[in-house]
């Protein structure tokens, strides 16, 4: 399958299911994405927003995508299996894993995406080894189609390990940081 209607690419194709799986396991009913012409929206009950519901929505989850001129849309029970129906999970947070043998805490990735330790270029870093962290305290940005989503520490702690450098692109579950607690 090289394209879906001209206007998406495989990579493009590959991405929206990375959404859809990331959408899948937060807390989230929807997701909305414009970036460089393409207007994405996924849903998780086939409800989408008032101002981007299609004229019928279908019952399962769908995405749609807009291009210039042109307009795909495809429910994802095609190709994506619809989530069981379950009580929404809540916000997308890094876990904290079990405590290592050292007795440190990781701060996992809540999510697929490019991982930057500081808000913009010229910025110091969010936090850096030695940095004390509260639960709400930013520890980076993970970008997804140009939307950027905030890392929280999710623990009490200090920072003793950064485990991913800035611009990396990570996996969902990623370690990124090791904290000793308070």
Known sequence: MSTINNS???????????????????GLDFLQI??????????????LPAASAPATAPAAASVAAQAPAREARAAT???????????????PAPAAAAVSQDGTLTINAPLLGRFYSKPDPAS?????????????????????MKLFNTVQAGVRGTITEV???????????????????H
């Open 34 to 47: 414009d970036a460089d012409g393409v207007k994405v929206t996924i849903s998780k009950s086939g409800a």
């Open 124 to 144: 110091p870093a969010f936090v850096t080894v030695g940095s004390s962290v509260d639960v709400e305290t930013p520890v980076g940005l993970i970008e997804v």
């Open 77 to 91: 029970s095609a190709a994506v299996p619809a989530p069981a129906a379950a009580p929404p999970a809540p916000a």
């Open 8 to 26: 998406l690419t495989d990579v493009d194709v590959r991405q929206i299911a990375s959404l859809i799986e990331s959408l899948d396991k937060s």
């Open 163 to 181: 485990c991913v450098p800035d611009g990396e692109f990570i996996e969902y579950g990623t370690a990124i940081f090791r904290v000793r607690p």
